[in-house]
C-alpha cells in the first residue's frame, strides 16, 4: 500500500517526479519542501548571479516562506500544522543559518513540539539555503 499521492495548487511544483505527500493509514508523508512559491520561479529572499549561483540570501524569509507551504500542503490534504509529528530540516550554512532558524521555528511551533532532526548538507537541488520534510496525522 503505497499510499494515495496528494499535490497541492497553494505549494510550489516539485523539481522532480514526485508529489507533495501521500497519504497512508491515517498519516500525511510531506516530500521534501523549499521556499519557492507557488507559480513563481524567483526564490524568496535569493539573489542569483549571472550563473544562476547563490550571490546573496535572506534565511529567514526562506524560513518562512518555507513553512508557509508546509502549511499550506498540510491543510490542503486534510490535515494542519498541530497534527504535525516529525520534522526533518535540511540546511546548507548550520554555522551561520541555524541560530536565525532556531528562533523562527520556535515561533512556528511554540504550541505543537514534534521531534525535529537537523542536518547540515553541501546544497539542494535548487539554489535555496533550506529545506524541510515532515510527517503529520491526518
Not at 58 to 66: A, M
Not at 72 to 78: F, H, K, P, T, V
Not at 116 to 131: H, V
Amino acid at each position: 500500500m503505497n499510499g494515495e499521492k496528494f499535490n497541492s495548487d497553494r505549494a510550489p511544483g516539485a523539481v522532480g517526479l514526485y508529489p507533495h505527500a501521500r497519504k497512508v493509514e491515517g498519516m500525511l508523508y510531506l516530500s521534501g519542501v523549499g521556499p519557492r512559491k507557488a507559480g513563481e520561479t524567483d526564490i524568496p529572499g535569493v539573489k542569483l548571479n549571472s550563473k544562476g549561483e547563490i550571490e546573496s540570501y535572506n534565511i529567514e524569509e526562506q524560513c518562512h516562506s518555507v513553512f508557509n507551504n508546509i502549511k499550506y500542503i498540510l491543510e490542503d490534504a486534510g490535515s494542519s500544522w498541530d497534527n504535525i509529528v516529525d520534522v526533518q530540516v535540511f540546511l546548507t550554512n548550520m554555522k551561520d543559518d541555524f541560530k536565525i532558524y532556531n528562533k523562527i521555528y520556535a515561533e512556528y511551533f511554540k504550541d505543537n513540539q514534534p521531534c525535529r532532526t537537523t542536518i547540515e548538507i553541501k546544497s539542494l537541488p535548487t539554489p535555496i539555503a533550506i529545506e524541510l520534510k515532515v510527517i503529520a496525522t491526518i
